[in-house]
């Protein structure tokens, strides 16, 4: 039996797959520790070090269009909502989103999932113009070399939290993406003091109603952005054609077994606020249920320069051939 080296991220519907109770015929899951998750993205995309690996979507994406020997199963085992995660600094001025134009704002990296969909939306819904944003980062991409020209690197060694509380940017992303976190992701990579949004003299958010605008974006357009996929080394699908197949039930079963136990998403609050949000699953599986989706990230990859022009769009050449039937 062959062992599938595997990491994922503390979901407690991958648990089940991770601790055995869910089978794959002629594969066992050897799961690898890497804390943070998002440091193993770096590794998997660069030096190929895991067979299975959650990635971020959109440096999946990157990866492919660089050549890089990874394919994927349309499992996404993380979602995210994201009006509520641009804070603006106190002293900046900024009331609605045309106002961050001309101004320096904060995000991990350039490439990061929650600032390709942040900016995605800025641009759609309200008309801002990106290209006319600085994007200040502290953090490399894990793909190299799609960082347009209105990107600056932090220099000093402050966080992004700093900056903002210094005044010395206009709005910062929050948390893993923005102001919670100092640096790349590593071993001992702690939480960041965050500026607190609710302080008088601190932070303000650029939308107060960020949960409600949230899910009449999503009511309108169908739009749930993903924050992961399972990715695998190509050379494992070259040798075994229906591994995909395969690892794609394997992961549906274990997220049913996990609701078995916990049909409420308990064990994880966001997801469960989230799905009374959108009145279903809050992490549907499958490339039919996720195309809005899936269509909106490549659309927003190219349209601010991470993907070429010529990338495929047709959804079903981002990932590996196989069955997935909406799980």
């Known amino acids: 039996m062959d062992k599938l080296t595997t990491v994922l991220g503390d979901f407690p519907h991958g648990q089940p797959l991770l601790d055995g109770d869910v089978g794959i015929d002629g594969y066992a899951i050897d799961p690898v520790e ?40 349309p499992v996404f085992l993380n979602r995210r909502f994201h009006h509520g995660d641009v804070q603006c600094a106190a002293d900046s001025g900024i009331r609605v989103p045309r106002d961050l134009e001309g101004r320096r704002v904060g995000v991990r990296a350039y490439s990061v999932s929650t600032g390709v969909w942040v900016r995605g939306v800025l641009r759609d819904e309200y008309g801002v113009d990106i290209d006319k944003i600085t994007w200040v980062v502290d953090d490399d991409d894990h793909v190299e070399g799609r960082v347009p020209p209105n990107v600056e690197r932090v220099t000093d060694g402050r966080s992004l939290g ?62 749930y952005p993903l924050h992961s996929l ?20 394997a992961f549906a079963e274990s997220k049913h077994r ?39 990230m490549v659309r927003f990859a190219k349209d601010q320069g991470l993907l070429d022009d010529d990338f495929p769009t047709a959804l079903r050449a981002l990932f590996a051939a196989g069955d997935y039937p909406g799980a």
């Not at 193993?40 to 690996?53: G, K, N, P, S, W």
Request: net charge negative; hydrophobic share 40%.
């Open 34 to 73: 890497v804390t943070p998750v998002i440091g193993a993205y770096r590794r998997m995309i660069r030096d190929l070090e895991f067979d299975v690996c959650e990635l971020a979507p959109v440096s999946y994406l990157m990866a492919r269009q660089e050549g890089v020997a990874l394919t994927a199963v």
């Open 162 to 223: 700093e900056l903002l509380r210094a005044g010395e940017i206009d709005a910062a992303l929050t948390g893993n993406a923005g102001t919670g976190r100092a640096g790349s992701p590593r071993a001992g990579w702690t939480a960041a003091a965050a500026p607190r949004a609710d302080a008088d003299d601190g932070p303000y958010p650029l939308f107060p109603e960020a949960g409600t605008l949230a899910v009449d974006h999503y009511l309108r357009t169908g739009v």
């Open 230 to 249: 399972i990715a695998l080394r190509t050379e494992l699908v070259d040798r075994d054609p229906e591994l995909p197949s395969k690892l794609y039930t």
């Open 258 to 296: 996990h609701l078995a136990a916990q049909p409420e998403w308990s064990a994880v609050p966001r997801l469960a606020r989230q799905g009374r949000a959108i009145g279903g699953d809050p992490v549907p599986y499958g490339i039919e249920a996720n195309e809005p989706s899936l269509s909106a």
